[in-house]
């Protein structure tokens, strides 16, 4: 069901860290930030030979930022964005980031936002592959019946996001929400 993804070729300086969703795969380029990966992502992304491990100042800056998000203290991210996407795919991310904290959309109003009002289906195909979720808020995109559909870090992963945006009630620790 998931392909692989492949970034855009040269160099790429990646990391593991651990946060209150789970373990998070951060990566950057000389042009910023490219990537925050789940640790079950729908669309995993395939390191190739321009990888390596390590540290830069935009994923030091990524992991103070997404801190902060978690402790509550950050509701917006200033850090330099690289996403590698079709046209589309960049209009549909660029969109989300006027997603404000605590606000949710529908895919039928992104798409209205977008001036493609019939693209309903292509906006969820879009935000589906966002590599920059969290940053990039495609877990306040929900249905148009207040559903919480598809995210690529899992329903429960997304439900935390939102509850901790004060969107939906009371936080639950993220382990509850994984209880079968």
Not at 42 to 53: F, L, T, Y
Request: net charge neutral.
């Amino acid at each position: 069901m998931s392909t692989n993804i492949r970034l855009k070729d040269g160099a790429v300086t990646y990391q593991h860290i651990d946060s209150p969703v789970g373990r998070l795969l951060l990566a950057s380029g000389d042009d910023g930030l490219r990537l925050i990966e789940f640790e079950a992502p729908w669309h995993p992304v395939s390191m190739s030979e321009g990888w390596r491990e390590g540290d830069d100042a935009v994923l030091a800056a990524t992991r103070t930022q997404l801190a902060e998000y978690f402790a509550g203290t950050r509701k917006t991210f200033n850090l330099p964005l690289a996403p590698h996407g079709t046209p589309f795919q960049m209009q549909c991310w660029r969109t989300l980031a006027l997603i404000g904290w605590g606000e949710t959309w529908s895919y039928g109003q992104m798409a209205r936002h977008m001036g493609q009002p019939s693209a309903t289906r292509a906006v969820g195909a879009a935000n589906g592959r966002n590599p920059l979720p969290i940053v990039l808020p495609c877990h306040r995109v929900i249905g148009a019946d207040g559903s919480l559909t598809g995210f690529g870090g899992g329903l429960p992963t997304k439900q935390f996001l939102l509850t901790h945006e004060g969107v939906l009630g009371r936080p639950a620790p993220i382990a509850d929400l994984f209880a079968v």
